[in-house]
């Protein structure tokens, strides 16, 4: 409501006091916040913007989407993380562009000076192109889209709770999770969870175990990224928890009421998309060239190439690992570089020297309860070992002590109980 | 996405096994829930029907409204309390009408045949026919009401750090809460809390503390219902938390930017409505006559006079007590309503002797931590006893052992915190 004047933030020197040099990070993802938490504290002063006023911890995003965990138990306000360093702003707000010449990041109602700038703006779902495919499918990168799958799939039981028994097939509900990597894999397996476990005493005239899970892979295997005996393992995990594995099939189209899978058409009440993501389109704001998964080139120091004192860090950055591939688009990755920009940036050119180098700790899945894998070069672990290792990774890494003991206390809760506390549906868009 | 055709639902005796009466509920608030639990595990077939998936336990929703507790402390899916009883069937649907020839229920594409039916829709928010008020203004009954609050709350604060402080009284934000009963104080109470305390370190370029809050009231005191030294002390408590409280004040209109209260023109950055509500359109179905507060006349078994095999209950129901004046819409009397309801048609005729009688339990409010009161008849408690008193009540009467731990957890934190740990802008209405 209120439209008063906006002033310019951050205009270097224009008071005085402020001679520190002016950081702002765009984005508060995994890469952003690393940077921003470096900084903290420091000679500096920091402006951390993005578009939502929390820093969602992703990879256990899905739990949220299967009604396992509240939105507050792996999403934090920004700011109260920053609340005890007085040298890091925080806004809320939509980036419009950059000017280079200016030094100015420029927002709807506003713009924010910078001495350097880190662009931390991770990734975006990818339709190919297709807009069938982003009408009607639902992604799984925000809170929002998380509590619209919730509400499709408990939703879609309530409605065929009024449908006749005796109809028999026509009852079947399909859930279709397109794309075969970590994202696709676990919600599977929690959707999986949620309708063979959770609800399975809920309703009576349906069978929630008569839900058909299916998930399409375009490539050979499930889990490419893994070694593949760990791909194998995971796909009969899978297969026991009831989920369908349709490798080699291409989605090539979708509507309202389904999808097409190469020539075949297959209803589904709810398509999740977790096949492609691209590069979020940062680049334009520069108006750089990107490679085809969006990502701009950057320098041995995250520096993109062809502009002093701006970096690009994260999803968004293309960096060749030891191995001559990308780096791939890993919470570690964007962390790491968020962590080495900030040292780059106080500690300036003695720094310069050292190129990024990223320390690879390995890449872990999980598929269900007692069901998961981790792979750290040749060392490779299954089963439930590996689910306890990957639950308390995960715990570790929530921001805060909140957090982990709320999760910690969720997946107790649902480990005894096998019941799903979040189970709510809540409007969105109407009252 | 599924239309396939829909079967009628309960039609007695359709299967020869279907001879036990069939009791349908309308509405999981306070009064249809109880009824439900009572007519559980008995010889009967329950159909409870609700438009949400939930049973929400409103006298906590301001508290997730400013971002105390997760949505899943205070609401459960119906379908889950009922889980091991056999006999209840839970939908969630729109009703549209009730045929009461043919004794039905009638939803969009359904319909539910019933032998006794018991309708506890509650109340909606009254605007006094003022379209103004009603676009303008936030209710607060549903979770998405909640959640609307708790956005604009956050995101008011969020917009305002954008404004450079110098600006002066142009950044103070008005909060505008209309009504002055227990739900109006204790929005106004955890609102004061919210900015004054949990807060107040988060942000760099204003001052949450500058936020004024305003409780309007059009009678000559805040919680009228109470005896007027309790009244005084919740005025001074609120007072001393920073609310303003205008009490013999009219708010006239609304519109985007502010209200007209009297002949003045305040401009408010939300307006949350707690000023009246009316029974919800239920005597429409029926096509009958109610007072002007939209509540139907019932006889003393709580039948709906004119209809054999129809009970109101709750906020809907016109039900004198012992002091000649209409029954309070409290969550108590539409508890013994239910049960009440449930037993007549359990025990059958012999009941019936027996007219319904409220059990006053007290009534009681919070202002905030260590602020409370209760009456009850004519002994009185108020401050930090009264407080726990509160508490300890609330955390009892919530339905589930997870949300008595969740909720006790939530509060136990936020006492020695002074944190609210869900304070998330989550989108609705676009992705």
Known sequence: MITAPLSKIGVTGS??????????????????????????????????????????????????????????????????????????????GEITGIDTDRKC?????????????IIATGNVPNYFGNAALEK????????????????????AFERCEHIDNSVGDENGINFVIVGGGPAGVETAGAVA??????????FKNIDPKKTRIILIEAGERILAAFHPKLSDYSRKALEKMGVEIWCNRMVVDCDEYGLT?????????????????????????????????????VDDNL?????????????????TGKNGQPLPGLAPVAKQQGKYVAKRILTGEKASAKPFKYFDGGIQATIGRDAAIIQYGRFRLTGRLAWWAWS?????????????????????WSCFTMQRHSRLIIGRGEN
Chains 1, 2 share one sequence.
């Open 303 to 319: 520096q993109i190439k062809g502009f002093n004192d701006i970096y690009a860090i994260g999803d968004l950055a293309l960096v």
């Open 261 to 297: 899978i190469d020539d075949e058409y297959l209803p589904a009440e709810s398509v999740i998309w977790a096949a492609g993501i691209v590069a979020s389109p940062a680049a334009k704001w520069l108006g750089i060239e990107t490679d085809r998964s969006g990502r701009i080139a």
């Open 15 to 92: 008071i005085g006091m402020n001679i520190r040099p002016h950081i702002v990070i765009i984005g508060a993802g995994f890469g952003g916040l690393a940077a921003a938490m470096k900084l903290a504290g420091n000679d500096v002063r920091v402006t951390l913007i993005d578009r939502q006023n929390h820093h969602l911890f992703q990879p256990l995003l899905y739990q949220l989407a299967t009604a396992s965990v509240d939105a507050s138990a792996i999403a934090w306000p920004v700011r109260a993380l920053f609340r005890k360093h007085s040298n890091v702003d925080c806004l809320m």
């Open 392 to 412: 308390m990774a995960h715990i570790y890494f929530l921001i805060t002590v909140r957090s982990r003991l709320s999760m910690f206390s969720s997946w107790l």
């Open 105 to 117: 990041v420029l927002l709807k109602n506003d713009e924010v000076h910078f001495d350097q700038l």
């Open 193 to 202: 969870e949620l309708t063979r476990q959770a609800l399975k005493q809920d």
């Open 136 to 155: 009607h499918t639902l992604p799984l990168k925000k809170l929002e889209h998380a509590l619209d799958i919730r509400n499709r799939v408990l939703g």
